[in-house]
């Protein structure tokens, strides 16, 4: 075979990419130039000794001092209720928060220890350009997913690799104080590949520490530390790799990469090579790397490792003569240790191992031990089951009947959904790009080119749409996020709330993707990355508070704004007993005071939000002679000839052409619940002088809803434009822009004569019905699977959620206005609507192993982003539903 045009992955642009974060070292091998004087230097002058005195001093004092990792929550002056903050907090410190990556841990701290796992087959010399680290979407995966998952506690990842022929088991376990944590990693070959030969890289790297002095050399020290605890072997090691580490943040811990019980077995490889070429024994490599640079272990990995493949020319007749096990084993050739440890381990068959990373602050009655590790894991499935069960009542399909024989295939899938969802938390730092400057022309709809300046750092603890796919926060998908979680773990919804509004700056505006810091960067098209203030998305976020705060109000009204009373101290005791990991998360249900306190610190937030979306997208009024009762119309912000990405429904078809005089009944629903959202949240807050300001712009766009976007002949609400003569006309697209004002709920409910228009339209298989759900856009459009065809007729969870939601609310608050038919209409259409959606997807899960994007409304195909566990998680509620209206 011909070494030299073998490419390891991505290495050919990373070769430059690691230059230029490693130049001021010039250190230069055959292929690539490396930073590595520096160590070279600290080699030779004997720093490493300094080091490690330094590294064990500080060890010692870690062990006995206590570092502060989160501020006491102020608003909570019992000491019991703050005792609960700080261990619901440590609860979810860690957690596999890089979700672009198959496995990646890390705290929710800006820079500190980030973990992460790869793995390829050893069976061939090809297979180590497919190595796995980061989730793609294109990876040949028969399934890859969380199965059993809560971040609280931890749980169980599946993946199922067709490339490695091998099913891989991830359990995640963590202590009962949320300090320590730990992984089983385990391998079972497929069918006909029981022999075949695989191998796990770990590694660990250790960011953010702060420059403490600089040395004789003129070298920075660190404050913390992560090294080698094993005494150094090139060669390699036998059992155990330990790193011993510490840092301000998290104190003193170690991380011990095991390797397994003695029947796991490794190839034997070519017995007369040098031992450092041994599969038989772990190998450890170690460099230092700057910060925001961790996250780029699979291609330091890729290049270390064709140094080493590399260094063997001339050595040998023909490498061909050296098989796979043994020519891709990293080695230690230059003797460096830094923050980024790499650990490489290669078997044969099935294995199993565990890292396990203790922090010295976890009491040994919690430590996680291998010994213990299974029952970790078979208390943390007992756990989830339990909560599960708890909090989703399945009401199975056909008629809410639990006979069907698929029943615990069913409650798997929707076990699956929640622990996906969950496992696609995020903890994001950095900064991102943000174009100030470009202003859109308002008589043009061409696509412009931002140029985004760095802006924060900032912080952000976030869901994601799709782990392979869209690994990152988007504002108006985040709302969607929390529905199925609002009581599963309302302390949860509110964390991810706050992060969110944090982001809000001095304008009012945040930015509808969050791409923070250089590895969610590196997921995203160029084209995608820079953000602009004029564009913004539907504020599902404020909903979903809202939806939270009426909850509780209806709950528990009389205990709102209390302080939190004595009597309540047993019951904290028990929340806060370290063995009771199950009470954590409802703790706002039950003080209902913590959340109507942060609603009143937020809210002036969100009132400016609310301005700036009424400023930023105000639609021409008196421009065009509009004989409007009022101003309260709305237009998208740069949107172009073919897409409105700041509406969310990307291509949906409107105006054509583009025209400055269009408004959007989709941007005034949003207002419109928006600003119902935010006089609930007054009143509760009694603020009775925005109850009536709201009201009043309530009230305004419910008549604009009517006499602005209402379509008589079409019997649907629609965008608005101007002919030539500058008139205005209504621009009817059937499909869900039509439906916003529906699914908001601002149709008054007495006005059973527009509910029947939409239902009508809804349930026409011409229009929007189909036997996977509601399409996106209507059958009779002339637009119906155009171009792109993204949101022009496929089916997507989330607004067949709202639509149902829909249905059944109207139907329970307007049925007294109805006729008995009409009634009829409403039980029909719901009933066959939840079963349609429901069991599609099921069944697309079980014939592909994942859940999708959207769905093709005339065959029921999965389409789109694979694993899809944002909003198609929509789809558990539907399941909670019930499966008639009485």
């Not at 068959?349 to 031990?369: A, L, M, Q, R």
């Amino acid at each position: 075979m011909d070494y030299e045009s073998v490419r390891l992955g991505r290495n050919d642009k990373f070769r430059v990419d690691l230059h230029k974060f490693l130049q001021p070292y010039s250190y230069k091998t055959t292929n690539c130039v490396f930073s590595f004087n520096l160590l070279l230097v600290m080699m030779k002058c004997h720093i490493f000794q300094i080091v490690s005195v330094l590294f064990y001093v500080l060890f010692s004092i870690a062990q006995n001092v206590e570092f502060d990792l989160f501020d006491q929550d102020p608003l909570n002056q019992d000491q019991l209720a703050n005792d609960y903050t700080v261990q619901a907090e440590n609860s979810l410190l860690w957690g596999p928060y890089r979700s672009a990556l198959y496995l990646g841990i890390r705290p929710r701290l800006p820079r500190s220890l980030l973990s992460g796992l790869m793995w390829f087959s050893m069976d061939d010399y090809r297979s180590i350009g497919s190595i796995r680290h980061f989730y793609e979407q294109n990876d040949n995966m028969a399934k890859a997913n969380w199965v059993s998952y809560d971040p609280r506690y931890g749980g169980t990842q599946v993946i199922q690799d067709n490339d490695c022929h091998t099913n891989i088991t991830i359990d995640f376990v963590k202590s009962k104080d949320g300090l320590s944590w730990a992984v089983k990693i385990k391998s079972e070959p497929h069918k006909g590949f029981e022999q075949s030969k695989i191998s796990f890289v770990w590694y660990s790297g250790l960011e953010g520490e702060k420059e403490a002095s600089i040395d004789d050399l003129g070298e920075i020290e660190r404050t913390g530390i992560l090294k080698l605890e094993n005494q150094k072997n090139v060669l390699g090691y036998k059992g155990s790799v330990k790193l011993s580490g510490v840092s301000e943040e998290l104190g003193a811990f170690q991380v011990e990469i095991n390797d397994g019980p003695k029947t796991n077995r490794h190839p034997l490889g070519k017995s007369d090579l040098p031992l450092e070429f041994s599969p038989a024994l772990a190998h450890h490599y170690s460099l230092r790397v700057p910060d925001d640079n961790v996250w780029q272990a699979r291609d330091i990995f890729m290049t270390m490792l064709q140094e080493s493949v590399q260094s063997l020319k001339g050595t040998t007749d023909s490498m061909e003569d050296i098989p796979p096990e043994n020519l891709y084993i990293i080695r230690d050739l230059n003797d460096f240790e830094g923050n980024l440890h790499l650990v490489q381990k290669v078997y044969q068959g099935s294995c199993e191992f565990d890292v396990i990373y203790h922090n010295e602050k976890t009491p040994d009655t919690e430590k996680i031990t291998s010994k213990n590790i299974h029952e970790k894991i078979e208390a943390n499935h007992n756990l989830f089951d339990e909560k599960f069960s708890e909090y989703f009542e399945l009401q199975y399909p056909y008629n809410g009947t639990q006979n069907d024989s698929g029943t615990a295939n069913y409650k798997a899938f929707a076990k699956e959904i929640l622990s996906g969802l969950l496992g696609g938390l995020t903890y994001m730092y950095g900064d991102h790009l943000v174009d100030r400057k470009t202003i859109f022309d308002e008589d043009t709809f061409e696509s412009y080119e931002l140029n985004g300046s760095p802006e924060g750092p900032h912080q952000l603890f976030t869901l994601v749409p799709s782990r392979p796919f869209f690994p990152r926060g988007f504002y108006w998908d985040e709302g969607f996020h929390l529905m199925p979680l609002k009581e599963y773990d309302s302390d949860l919804v509110l964390d991810i709330i706050k992060s969110w509004f944090n982001l809000i700056d001095s304008e009012g505006w945040i930015a509808r993707e969050q791409i923070l810091g250089p590895e969610a960067r590196s997921r995203v098209p160029t084209q995608f990355q820079v953000q602009s203030p004029q564009i913004v998305n539907p504020p599902t976020l404020t909903l979903m508070l809202t939806m939270l705060l009426e909850h509780l109000s209806e709950e528990r009204f009389g205990d709102v704004m209390k302080p939190i009373d004595i009597d309540r101290d047993n019951e904290l005791s028990d929340v806060t007993d370290s063995t009771n990991t199950t009470k954590f998360g409802s703790y706002i249900l039950k003080h209902p005071d913590v959340l109507f306190k942060y609603a009143e610190e937020v809210y002036p937030k969100l009132k400016l939000h609310f301005q700036m979306l009424r400023k930023t997208q105000q639609g021409h009024f008196e421009e065009f002679d509009r004989n409007y009762d009022n101003s309260e119309v709305f237009r998208w912000r740069g949107r172009t000839e073919t897409h409105c990405l700041a509406s969310g429904i990307d291509d949906y078809p409107r105006a054509s052409p583009a025209d400055v005089a269009e408004l959007n009944v989709d941007l005034i629903s949003w207002i419109g619940i928006m600003a119902k959202s935010l006089r609930l949240m007054a009143g509760i807050l009694n603020k009775y002088d925005d109850v009536v300001y709201f009201q009043d712009i309530e009230e305004k766009i419910s008549k604009n809803l009517d006499k602005v976007h209402w379509s008589k002949s079409e019997g649907i609400y629609c965008d608005v434009s101007v002919d030539e003569d500058d008139e205005n006309v209504h621009v009817c697209h059937k499909g869900y822009v039509s439906l916003l004002p529906f699914v908001t709920k601002l149709i008054p409910k007495d006005d059973v004569d527009k509910l029947e228009k939409v239902l009508n339209i809804i349930t026409d298989p011409e229009e929007l019905w189909s036997p996977f759900g509601i399409r996106s856009l209507s059958k009779s459009d002339s637009n119906y699977k155009t171009g792109e065809d993204y949101w022009r007729s496929p089916v997507w969870i989330n607004m067949n959620y709202l639509v149902l939601k829909g249905i059944e609310d109207y139907y329970y608050e307007s049925r007294q206005f109805m006729s008995l038919a009409l009634q009829k209409k409403f039980q029909v259409a719901y009933h066959d609507l939840r079963i349609n959606v429901v069991d599609n997807v099921y069944r697309q899960w079980v014939k592909t192993g994942f859940v999708w994007e959207q769905y093709n409304d005339e065959s029921g195909d999965a389409k789109g982003a694979k694993n899809f566990l944002g909003w198609t998680s929509t789809v558990l509620l539907m399941m909670k539903m019930p499966g008639n209206l009485e």
